[in-house]
């Protein structure tokens, strides 16, 4: 009985733990762990592309300083050729303001509205749920629609203050709950005619960014043009006329 009773003594001593030990442990899983400074002290973000862009941009001066032969006005040529290329690689580059990322996010937004809707879910519970599963501005506001879809809001009154393109989906809901009529297919048709003329504004920027491109290689060809075409064309005229 002795053996015993030492050895439960024992086993209670390495089990038991004091109890300022026992309040630590608490704290420590209930309060935040501090980040590293490390984690803490992030680098300022440097825009992506960087060095590749004025590579581009380098080469582009390299070329115009080719075709334009050497020598001072054609390194300065150069130079503005490089700047310019520059500005326009990081023009094309940066990022998209708050409407074109709602004009970029809504086409999905208006197919998984759909697919949610069409799977037999409220109205108020499908925007919310699409809204939770769309990054950005867009899902910040169709979360905040989706409240007030919850709170028991009228479509037009929980819709209200869409911005734009935003509000082409409001209109069709409220047309849709309004009139009782399907909106599934609607927000189909909706989602296509996104597309497509968000396909139309890609076009037009492809050919704007294509003659953007082109005028550095037309100001460098334009000097060349008037000094071996043109000046040599006009004296020789004068000279036969004089």
Known sequence: MTAVAVAALAGALLLWAPAADVRRDRLAAV?????PAAARTR????PPGTARRWSMAAAAGAGALLLLGGGLPAAVLA???TVL???LLRRAGASPDDEERLARDLPVACDLLAVCLTAGTPVGAAVAAVGGSVAGPLGERL???GGLYRLGAAPRRAWAGAPPPVDALARVVVRAGESGSAVAPALQRLAGDLRSSQHS????AVRRAGVWVLAPLGLCFLPAFLCLGVVP???GIAADVF
């Open 31 to 35: 309060a935040p762990r501090p980040q």
């Open 43 to 46: 680098a300022p973000d440097r």
């Open 79 to 81: 130079v503005g050729a």
């Open 85 to 87: 290329a520059e500005r």
């Open 143 to 145: 979360v905040a629609v």
């Open 201 to 204: 504004r890609v076009e037009a």
């Open 233 to 235: 064309l006009v004296l």
